[in-house]
């Protein structure tokens, strides 16, 4: 029996199982592919970016540099955060966030930078999770149904043969091998991609890590300009009622 007889013949549980399966597959097949392109994409640009940025020469020139390298924008939103805590200025602002400490307000910023660029990379594996798990159960209950059917439209005869319900259940049973043949391939791709995934976000958090340190190393400099700005303030202003 080809598909087109199948469908001419089949009931509408069967052909929404059947529909459900198709989409299933369609939707799975396009996040495996835009998925894979899109994890080589951003690890190979991330690493890239990496480099680029701790090889500049100043703040300013790793900042220009990173979004025209880190395509992906992965590790933009990383600098960005940082930025306005190491263009603030002490004493500059007396709000909660500043006066919890550099090394605080450096992690709040970094996490939540963080949580957005893992939400980007985690988009799409809920979806094939989903069908991995739920798609061998649609096509158990297209088996399911179409066995039933089966039995219902001999339930009348007088003389059921071997040769008559095989034909019905074995039709039915290809809902479940689509069903399986649907999920196969999700569940491999979520896995494999979660690994390449996984590695994506190691480097996130290595440049986090790296630029927290950074960060934290101009807050501590930072103070201590300051000091020795007003103490040669203080010196000049000193020798200025010295000398009238």
Do not use: C
Request: charged share 10%.
């Amino acid at each position: 029996m080809t598909m087109g007889q199948w469908l001419s013949q089949a009931d509408g549980v069967a052909r929404a199982t059947a529909l459900v399966l198709l989409l299933m597959s369609v939707t799975s097949w396009v996040l495996i592919l835009y998925k894979a392109w899109w994890l080589g994409r951003a690890h190979g640009a991330t690493l890239r970016a990496t480099d680029a940025f701790w090889q500049a020469s100043s703040w300013e020139q790793a900042r220009l540099a990173l979004p025209t390298i880190d395509r992906a924008a992965l590790l933009t939103p990383v600098a960005d955060a940082i930025a306005h805590i190491v263009a603030a200025e002490p004493a500059a602002n007396h709000s909660l966030a500043v006066a919890s400490g550099a090394q605080v307000q450096t992690t709040r910023v970094l996490r939540e930078a963080l949580h957005g660029a893992s939400h980007r990379l985690q988009w799409g594996q809920t979806v094939l999770a989903s069908i991995g798990a739920t798609a061998p159960f649609v096509g158990l209950l297209g088996t399911v149904w179409g066995i039933h059917q089966a039995l219902a439209a001999l339930a009348g005869a007088e003389h059921v043969s071997l040769e008559q319900l095989a034909g019905p259940v074995g039709e039915a049973l290809v809902m479940t091998a689509a069903g399986l043949a649907v999920a196969l391939p999700a569940v491999l791709a979520y896995n494999l991609l979660g690994r390449k995934l996984a590695q994506v976000e190691e480097l996130l958090e290595g440049f986090a890590h790296d630029m927290q340190t950074w960060a934290l190393q101009q807050a501590a400099q930072a103070p201590q300009a300051y000091a020795g700005m007003q103490a040669h303030n203080a010196v000049d202003s000193i020798a200025l009622v010295g000398s009238r």
